[in-house]
């Protein structure tokens, strides 16, 4: 749904982005979503070896889907590591996952390939035009227009990322300004803010902090400048660390939004201003949540894992696919849109849901506490081992400059104290001295895993599925 510049100024006062599609009946949305996997599924059974393969050793085809709950049931999951395998095959670059032919595919992008081999990712025009819209709704719900200038603190490479932001913001008809100059460092991006004046911030949180202390070291107070908004991605960010977003506002002087994505998949997650948390953006895409352990759908309010169906991208479908992400799933929010929300955003994944002396410690959970330390940086790592057959995390961390080091003993015990009466375990903290610990420009890496490799889930599922025959 384009707005643009063609809005008359009363319709910027309007409550949603596409009301109509906002506030849908869970009825019309539901039988919606069963239209399009209906669809979805004929087309990728018959255009997409990768899913013909799959159906039919499952025993599945698109006729015998008659119900959301027949889809839950019966249509398999897919993951990333039964998808890589097929990407080697000479000239077939994104695999027999390919839909259509490859003249179709309009814009290259691949994973970041931080937990082995990147995924690459084909998309067609439909597929850039829909993940645009997606980020949309997030924005005009804390307030930016088509008026506003969106800054770019981004390096544009084949990483998805923050493109989409890109595409979004020309769907949205805002001015687009990019920092993604060659080499381009932190302290010439805070000079292009200053000149150019921009409204919108569009950066991961943590470069958000980066930018706001370079800022302040050239003399610059970040929240003087004409940013108004930020907008993040990547890492958990303000709809999961409400602390986070406290900061970063704080920071800038602005209002702050995120959306959740996963680079393989053009859709997303926009935040909700008013319900602490992620809406589905139910236009774009099919939602459930799963208990990864029994793999029955959870009830409301419970964790589990968001498995996801994307309406947008016929060159690669993804179907019944698995985020890895935790959430805690609900069918309504104060805002009054009806599409599924997840309270707190992404608590944290499949792969670092971790058990420490019988207790279940979500990473985000940590980082809540963690970034309500008023002694605390947003720099911090937590170190995940395996020691006498037992996980264990270690956090290490930076205070504020102005915390003098005689103090650090008695923040790492208060940090201690804080997380053992919040989570009901106990955490080693080590303090380290200021600019000890790695900065990010784009995005940061902040749970380090350095148990052996079949405790690690990302890659035991990877091995276990490199042992079929395919998918």
Known sequence: MYKGKLLSPKSYQARYWNEYAQTMPRDKLDALHLKRIKFLLDYAYNNSKFYRRLYDRNGVKPEDINSLDDFKRKVPLTDKPMIQPSQRIPDLPYGDITAC?????????????????????????????????????????????PND???????????????????GAI???????????????????????????????????????RLADVAREMGIDPAATSIKFHVGAGEPGPASISELKRRVE??????TCEVLGISEIPTVAPSCIMGDGLHEHEMHQFAWVRDPETGNEVAEGEVGERIITCFSNFATPFINYRTHDLVRPYRSCPCGSTWLFYKHGVLGRTDYMVTIKGTNVYQTAVENIIAGLPEATNYYQLILIRKKNVNNLTIRLELKRDV??????????????????????????????????P?????TKRLIDKRPDKYRPELARKIKLSKQDGA
């Open 101 to 145: 032919d490859d003249s179709f595919i309009q814009v290259h992008y691949q994973t970041s390939g931080t937990t082995g081999e990147p995924l690459l990712e084909g998309w067609e025009d439909y597929a850039v035009q829909r993940i645009g819209d997606g980020w949309c709704p997030a924005w005009w719900d804390i307030g930016i227009r």
């Open 149 to 167: 200038v969106f800054y770019f603190a981004f390096d544009f490479g084949a990483f998805a990322g923050f493109w989409s932001a890109l595409w």
């Open 171 to 209: 769907r949205f008809g805002a001015k687009v300004v990019s920092g993604a100059g060659v080499a381009m460092t932190s302290g010439e991006r805070v000079r292009q803010i200053i000149w150019l004046k921009p409204t919108v911030l569009v950066c991961t949180p943590t470069y958000a902090f």
């Open 250 to 255: 704080a920071s800038w002087g602005c209002k």
């Open 404 to 437: 003098p080091q005689e103090r650090y003993d008695s923040v790492a015990s208060k940090l201690r104290s804080e997380i053992r009466t919040r989570l009901g375990v106990t955490l080693p903290v080590e303090v380290v001295p200021p600019d000890t610990l």
């Open 439 to 443: 900065r990010y420009e784009v995005k």
